[in-house]
């Protein structure tokens, strides 16, 4: 699916308490049974595996591809943010930067496209469905939004923070920022903010999404979070090429 945090296989704790031989042979049988399944029904597939899933040789061995993905993970009940993203908070706190968690979609498409003009990022959705995809969530209240803007409205950066209900920890979801003014502090402003609003809500941790760009991964490293890796793993071939 696209554009959700994880598109995993999730293992049945039933096996669990077995042997470790037994859980490992149980999981590698479910992980051949979807990637082969995957593999009649879909000319390309890829999996953004939990980091929980660290054993990806079922996929590898079929032939896939599988490539380490990088994430952090924050925990909302303490403050480890760094002493460089305080001093950008000051900053952007002195500019006068406006935060609003009113629903604004369409203000947040534009910080989206501009964030894809310049990085390597693509949402595999058209902008219908994105915003069809997006309104769902919110709708379903299983998504809130995070807007920082000038005082005068001009809009600088945001965020779609997503979870499950009843769930303790959410998700980064996806960002944008206004290319004009990447200088401003604002995403710092807007972290401080969001950090806050999660606690408000009662999430213990936001797992913010991925740390594999460089220039992304520096500033969220920053916001004081435990680094955990994980694998994608891609269905390299089509069902022409297998044929």
């Not at 995957?38 to 590898?60: F, G, K, N, Q, T």
């Not at 009843?166 to 807007?190: F, K, Q």
């Not at 594999?212 to 979070?225: H, I, M, N, R």
Request: positive net charge; proline residues 4%.
């Amino acid at each position: 699916q696209p554009m959700t945090p994880y598109s995993s296989v999730i293992y049945s704790p039933s096996v669990e308490d077995a042997h470790p031989s037994s859980v490992i042979s149980a999981h590698l049988r479910v992980a051949e049974t979807l990637a082969e399944a995957m593999e009649h029904e879909y000319a390309s597939a890829m999996h953004v595996l939990h980091p929980s899933i660290m054993d990806v040789r079922a996929w590898m061995w079929r032939g896939w591809q599988a490539r380490p993905s990088y994430s952090y993970e924050l925990d909302l009940t303490s403050d480890r943010t760094t002493s460089k993203f305080r001093n950008r908070l000051r900053k952007g706190r002195q500019s006068r930067i406006v935060v609003s968690h009113e629903w604004q979609l369409a203000t947040f498409w534009k910080l989206l496209a501009s964030t894809m003009a310049r990085q390597p990022t693509r949402l595999g959705l058209s902008r219908e469905r994105f915003c069809m995809f997006a309104e769902k969530l919110h709708s379903a209240g299983m998504a809130f939004m995070t807007i920082a803007a000038q005082e005068d409205g001009t809009p600088l950066s945001g965020r779609i923070t997503i979870s499950t209900p009843g769930a303790t920890t959410c998700y980064d979801w996806v960002a944008g920022t206004n290319s004009e003014h990447l200088n401003s502090a604002s995403t710092s402003v807007l972290m401080n903010e969001l950090l806050a609003e999660c606690r408000n809500r009662g999430f213990r941790k936001l797992d913010l999404c991925g740390a594999d760009v460089a220039t992304v991964a520096k500033f969220k490293s920053e916001l004081g979070g435990d680094l955990v890796g994980g694998f994608v793993v891609i269905q390299p071939k089509t069902l022409v090429e297998r044929a």
